[in-house]
DNA sequence: CATATCAATGAACTAAATTCATAAAATGCT
DNA sequence: AGCATTTTATGAATTTAGTTCATTGATATG
């Protein structure tokens, strides 16, 4: 079989223009080079070099094997290289799961520090789990999971990125305005919009409305922020989102942030990663940018 | 060393499923490849499958790995299967040397079905040789040597592959036109056109006019065929040509073959190769397929 | 013409790869 | 649930392959 060793022999070889020479440079002797040709010789069927006198020349053969070697042997060795840089995690995919949705937002603006810092790292932002984020963090689906309900299991490990707390948003024009807070009671008469999510993964029924046995006039679903958000300002309905986010949108979009409650609802956003994971310097780098920026830059 | 075996055993047991699946196709126990992964992943630093249960699901290091192996692995196996042509004779480049100017034209006629018949094999032809065509051949610069002057020495073989006529070319409104045959007195007047070579290796002097000790009035040189003809039918000279070639031309230029004395100057064309090279497949086909052609193809 | 250098070669040796035997874990089947 | 089967991992034994050593023959070099 023709193997790496074969093509090192014939490149140094023809670098050092001697078996002998060539042999010192592979830390072997020219004995152990000349067998390994030979073999290789009889594998084939042909020579690779012309014997003359004490000197070798490439036959045609050994002349086409020179340029295999040329091209194949850089590509072991870049491959070498990149495996040493997976190796420790200087080189990876960094597949990142979101179960938060305006946490987007909030994403982008870690994401492309990071991307700079680590040229030869990708990232891949994934939204949809079959077996939900956690189950997509065990199965290797994703690497790191952006969400608001952290589950303490073993092997996984989760880590506060950012406080925030989650308002109404509210149009400009709208009679609650003005209010410094809102009760739940006043939501019976509102219109709630939300991401498509299931009525128990969205803060302002779990703290704010079922606590207090009251449900909206209507619910609807929109999947994006921005229409959301310009619904909201067109008085078509109410929405709940993290007061940053509300706070950035609000040179473009007419609306207002109010609290919900006398103390309002405070949020907490967490990275979970796979414990196995936590020696790879590519997530240890991003888990290290993502608290950095633990206060939302918010537009005035 | 990431080496051969470990590219196939990723790529082996991503096809089948499992490393014993792998082993199967590798001819080895599943336990070598354990070992030998085993040994590649501590050299490396990195696990190439995550193992769980009794399952291998490659790590990101492992995806990258089957993607080098899907690209080096057929590059090795058409490398083999290609130095196992040149080894057979089936591929390889024939370096064919000409010392015979005229020789040319025949020359093209037994390459372009040759070429057909070898589309491994790549033609490539030289006319000027430090060390003269002998040399060429023995230094490896050509293959195959065509030549008028063979020369019988060890190690090189030569074999005749046609015999031609070489006659005196003159336009045909030239006095000498008409004549059966012409004699080497007669050359004293003319002006004689020749390759740029030296006149021993010329057969009009050679053969024709030193044993006369004559000498044409005037000698000029010219490369190429085409011109010279052109000269010729335009009564700037005369020259020697073979027989058959001037046949060739008789339609587009207005010159005729006049016999040179009275018994012609007979000549044949050899090729000349090294011993050593007689089992080379592509070069015993070329050899045969001059053989064929052995009386040049003539346009009346 | 002597000396040094280089490749080839066979035998001895060494190291590496492979097998064998077995354990541990997990899947599938009844 | 329990048993048979399948799969990977592992340590020791074995075999194979590669390497070195010692030497030869050939050929440049001074």
Partial sequence: MLERIHLAIVLEVEKRGSLTAAAEVLCVTQSAL?????????????????REGRSLRLTQAGQYLLAV??????????????LRQFAQGERGTLRIGMECHPCYQWLLKVVSPYLAAWPDVDVDVKQKFQFGGIGALFGYEIDV????DPLFKPGLQFEPVFDYEQVLVVARGHPLARAPYITPDQMAQETLITYPVAPDR????????????IAPRRHKTIETTDIMLQMVASQRGVAALPRWLVLEYAGKVDVVPVRLGLEGVAKQIFLGVREADLGTDYLQAF??????RVAPAVTP
Avoid at 34 to 50: A, N, P, R, V, Y
Avoid at 287 to 292: K, W, Y
């Fill in 34 to 50: 000349s067998h390994s040709m030979k073999k290789l010789e009889q594998h084939l069927g042909t020579d690779i070099w012309l």
């Fill in 287 to 292: 888990i290290e940018q993502a608290r950095q």
């Fill in 145 to 148: 999971l952006v969400t608001p």
């Fill in 202 to 213: 969205l803060d302002i029924y779990t703290r704010f409305l079922q606590p207090a046995g």
């Fill in 69 to 82: 070697a040329n091209r194949v042997l850089p590509q072991l060795s870049l491959a070498e290289q990149h």
